[in-house]
């Protein structure tokens, strides 16, 4: 069966049979983390099917962020792919069960997994990639809104002379988390747009520090000469 098909009824199930209020978490996060392990995989030996499989139900099981089973939910989500691949999708070669888990339940970055696959890298710097850049930083501020934290220290926001907090402000989650991505990325693709992701995430925190000291025309150039390194190999 051609890719496009196991993917077009992969939608059909979840848009059918998967109710998810966290939108940052939704049918299509699935999709475009589908459509970047396509850049990544390209030229490579990976399984497309096993690669595709696992996008699309890597967060079929997802606990919020301040959740204390947070790390145990790519298990969770491995152990209900296989258990909907069983039950509504019969045709399902069962030779790749094993590559589908697996690649489930390595790509959460809570759960510190480490991916043994091609496949399971994939999918991870596919999944990463998603928390830096323009969706990127939407998703911070969504996910801090709905938890209903701060967007950051107005005193103090990059946490220079205090300890950094992103359970209580949204902009300590670039430090604490963002900016380490493009070092754990699996794959040389991944790395690479990690890296230009990230730059973008600098920028915004200097275009942010800027309006904050009342400068609306350029960016702190401190904040781009402490943080610019993360987006170089």
């Not at 030229?43 to 145990?72: M, S, W």
């Not at 600098?202 to 942010?208: E, I, N, P, R």
Request: proline fraction near 4%; glycine fraction near 4%; charge should be negative.
């Amino acid at each position: 069966m051609p890719i496009a098909h196991w993917q077009d009824r992969f939608e059909v199930y979840l848009h059918g049979n998967w109710a998810q209020d966290d939108k940052a978490h939704d049918v299509a996060h699935f999709h475009r983390v589908w459509k970047t392990a396509q850049r990544i995989m390209a030229g490579t030996e990976a399984d497309r099917l096993v690669v595709l499989t696992a996008c699309y139900f890597h967060d079929i099981v997802n606990l919020p962020k301040n959740h204390p089973q947070r790390h145990l939910a790519s298990t969770q989500a491995a152990q209900e792919t296989l258990r909907i691949l069983d039950a509504h999708f019969p045709d399902f070669p069962h030779q790749l069960y094993d590559a589908v888990a697996h690649a489930v339940q390595a790509h959460s970055f809570s759960a510190g997994i480490a991916p043994q696959t091609l496949e399971a890298k994939i999918v991870q710097d596919a999944d990463r990639l998603e928390s830096l850049g323009a969706i990127g930083l939407a998703r911070v501020f969504y996910t801090s809104g709905a938890l209903g934290r701060p967007l950051f220290d107005s005193r103090d926001p990059l946490a220079q002379e205090r300890e950094l907090d992103d359970t209580t402000y949204a902009l300590d989650h670039f430090q604490k988390k963002l900016f380490k991505l493009p070092e754990t990325m699996q794959t040389e693709a991944g790395r690479e747009l990690a890296r230009l992701n990230a730059d973008f995430l600098v920028h915004y925190m200097a275009k942010l520090c800027a309006e904050l000291k009342g400068d609306y025309h350029d960016l702190d150039r401190d904040v781009l000469e402490q943080f610019i390194s993360i987006a170089k190999p």
